[in-house]
């Protein structure tokens, strides 16, 4: 057990398993801890098939809810839910409150969320400024929360659906090859989306591609290498240059 | 002694002692190999004084090559000079073909060069295009020159003297706190330029306190931090996110 | 009479005038729908003539609604006004509500609006960013208004008044000559700005040299064709290049 | 048969498969003409596999001009080869005024080629300038080569292999289902890449879903939707928004 | 006595004096008026060291205004204090009005204030928002409030901690060498932060560097000149280009 | 008579006239010298008009000088021919060299010409790359030209004929009122393109209007001011922020 601590703060119930699973696996395999924050279960806006299905509000954010409990689990990952609701996901100084106690509570060593653009899903940047915000209030002494103040923790933005729309420059590509059959597993406890578990299993090569190629031929990394990628939001700090 | 091996190509003789000295010497005390090409001795534009003191074109070349050596001894890197002139440093095939040959050669993990963009000199960006296009070239099993086809080495741009007019992103904040007497030794090889040891001295410092501004307080890193920014070009390749 | 339906988001009531009137009057010469949504009337940002006459709010507000009133039934488009106050338009949950029942209740097909920025004007940036927030809520099925799910109408921004102070970027020019009439004489109906009318004339003629030189001489464009430009949010979906 | 014609200018023989080839496909399958330009064989630097089997370049370059014409003819493109080198390839006067008059032979109403930038490949970007370059040369009454002068066709980048490290923005999504099994067949031609085959089968899938996403729900696009995404460098001209 | 009148809207106590000092200093030497807004006292954000020293928030909020009065003392401003809170500095319309009266009352002919991207700390974008929006609401006429409408002072932005990360580019060098002596007397009024002093000393002379860089060798600016960097919002107007 | 020193850098003989003739009259005016140096007549890519009444290339370039030469005696600056040709306009180190003894000779203290990109005209940024290198390089006490090394004159782009396309920041809205009597008679000195006289002066009138927009309604501008508009290469020097 490492005090590597990753915490993932995800606007719907669902976008921590597509966009990040590959990295919370290989967290725990390496035996770090994963904290996964759901601000919404995106209930109005990710369940279309619920709704098409006739069922009620409660019902679906205890679907999703479960789903995501299920996939977390796979994940090996503590997930907790602020049931702020979702389209829209309301920015409000008691939800971001709320993250800063997260973040106090967890003393995360990473950070990993939306991007900060998204013309497709207001959801997702407004969690992003929320998970960005609390950041910068959880390292202040001053701020009136419990715990200690936080430190500097690396911020990730994980991939969204269409890349080059939302701003999203892959700084980092991850290999997440160890921790692919859990993610796999993760995605299917996602039972309404199954067109998504190719789509993602798909991007997944795609990052591998990239990866082989931006790592070089010398590496030996194997054919089907499966990649995540993430955009930072500081700079990497480091004692060598790799 | 490892197979890590770090290539910096420089317009002039002496951009790398000012702008990635503390890299090069953090390297080298880590038992990695360091190999510097001067493109041009920086005779022309980068050596005002001795002009006005009315040194011929060759004296001038020798001097700044002797500084040249000396802070790379300091440093510990070889050092090779292609002299091919500077203000203009002058593209052409033959010299980005000399290029490969050297990349063939020393096999790089790691390259150092300019930023691509600099408004304040012409020859630095020059350099900066022929480091790109001649690791593409010598990726290429194709590509007539003797040696293995190379890897994938990333490439890091260092820092220009005016960073946000040059389009310098910095991505990587790297801690030369253990190379820094080492690199203000070498500074003090170029004897010409007094004013730029303290200049460069007070950027170390800057950069250090941007780096443990960045990296937080948690890593006790201490008060007299040195640093030195990088720009990547790729995406970095990892295992884990930090 | 198509299924084309036309939705023009602006902040004040003259914007739609200025920035859209060709678009709308060309898209109601082929027998499309138009509605034009009126956040405010611009009662307090624009309409300097009036206070400096020293009416009274509810006279400016008359006379703008009037003004407005008049244009649109030259253009032929539906107006509808919300009257949310103007400098500062202050977004709401409820204003984003009251467009998302427009948008079920329109259907639009295609959708105009302002800049996302616009650093003379703060009221545009925020009508644009309603206007966007409010279509991709209209688009989920869980969202609680009536009417079906929205579609993926594309999302045009019409011309700010400093287009490259506010990071316009005319992706397309759109020939409006067949209803530059129409255009000048809705204009006409904002008698208190005459100053302008022969502005945007100007800026149609040169929007329309631009637009011959993109389109090349081949077409046989006339001499005096006008055009608006206007900027995408989204990527044209098409099965031909053109 | 119609007057349009496409040009479509590539570095390499390989590129315009698996690039264009959808967009190739459908434009002939409509009637229009497609002429495709080969700057190069790429027998340097995209032919890896035929050099560790010690073909010599004659051997290579036969190999990939017979891959690329029986691509083409799959495609229903005329095919024209420059054989200018590659790895890289040298821009000069001459291979532009070259272009000049391939612009001027062909005439076409749209032009397709590489990004502009492009940090894994030198190649590509030069293509794309001299392609743009030429474009401007041959609607010079003045400048001196046989044909009419060109008018102003629009130019579009294919997506490269990295698209957000190469400053692709998908303007366009180009639905090409309806000749993608005519691109699957003409990227078989290229014998030696069969891992590409796939790669590029699961791109067009990913930008099919983009697309329908982009489309909307309404359009009834089928779910096996494939595209292609595109770049446009000049406005697009129009007579209506959508 | 000119009419020239500089308006500082800062976040917090501290920030005029490091980031604004010398512009303000040699303003008020040539008889212009400076007025200083704090929304804030930085007292939950800025105050690390009194809180570890166990005082109360009254406690802290009374230290940061008596340093931040001294400072403006020295500096020959006017100083003004909000008391709306930090860490998180909250957006509202009425402090947002409360500005407005500020720009009616002091009718600024430059504001200066925080960059609108700061990844460090979201109060700093949130005070230059509220800077901009109110001065453009102050513009109109018809916006209910005291005083004359403003005409359009050029608004500045200061430099932040982390400049590249900020996205400031820095578009005006501003000489401060004949009020350094003042700015850096008002710097040791922030008793409490004595690194700082020298941080701010060594930015002064850096930039100092880089004016002298950009004005040329033939000004005859001597070697310790001192200049703050300033990124512009609008454009210049003049009647000279220089 | 003052010692400054306005030089002109432009690609084609006309250029000169239409994007800064107002900047070259007003400081005409105020006793300033002025240089124009035309790199090409602009024979083959602007003289449409005179090819297709049959003239012949030496008459083109015969003409286009008189009209020049016409222009430059109205504005009252000097003008030089580098007979360089033009469509394509070929960037050499000796066309280079040429300018940097122009700048030598000149000691220009505001230099002006093209941007750096326009996808409409690839002489335009050939010439501006041309214009930033000889500046650099003649800074370079080292380069072997006659005359003193120059100083660090700042440098202007004019504006381009679709600045939005051509990446145009307008950083400097310069009042040309007072010069554009002589501004408009300089561009009927250009008598083959009548069509350009208004467009440029609707040009004025717009920039005009924004102009006073920027300075605000206090300065009393006059209702018809003119303005060109201009872009910054390095940060503004100065020692008061207006």
């Known amino acids: 057990m490492t005090s590597e601590s990753m915490l993932v703060i995800s606007a719907h119930a669902g976008d921590f398993v597509w966009r990040a699973g590959g990295a919370i696996a290989t ?26 299905e006739g069922q009620s509000l409660d019902e679906i ?33 008691d939800l971001v409150d709320s993250l800063v106690r997260v973040y106090r509570d967890t ?8 991007t900060l653009a998204d ?7 407004a969690a992003a400024r929320m998970a960005m915000s609390a ?16 430190g500097a923790p690396p911020v990730f933005s994980f991939e969204p659906h269409q890349p080059e729309m939302s701003g999203f420059h892959p700084d980092v590509l991850l290999d997440i090859t160890a921790g692919f059959d859990t993610k796999r597993e993760a995605m299917h406890c996602l039972a309404a989306q199954p ?24 590496l030996g990394l194997p054919h089907d290498t499966k990649a995540e990628a993430f955009a930072r939001h500081y700079p990497q700090v480091t004692d060598r240059l790799s």
Chains 1, 2, 3, 4, 5, 6 share one sequence.
Request: charged letters at 25%.
């Open 27 to 52: 967290a725990v395999q390496r035996g770090e801890r994963a904290t996964v924050v759901c601000l919404s279960f995106g209930e109005r806006g990710e369940s279309a098939k619920a709704w098409r």
């Open 61 to 93: 954010k205890a679907l999703r809810r479960g789903e995501a409990e299920a996939a977390a689990a796979v994940l090996g990952a503590d997930v907790r839910f602020l049931d702020a609701g979702d389209y829209p996901l309301v920015e409000s100084p």
């Open 107 to 114: 003393s995360p060593t990473v950070v990993l969320t939306h």
């Open 119 to 125: 013309p497709y899903n207001g959801d997702h940047p």
């Open 135 to 150: 950041r910068i209030l959880a390292q202040a002494i001053g701020y009136d929360a419990p715990g200690d103040p936080l």
């Open 195 to 218: 067109h998504m578990w190719a789509y993602y299993e798909d991007l997944a090569a795609r990052r591998g591609v990239q990866l082989r190629r931006n790592a070089g031929p010398n």
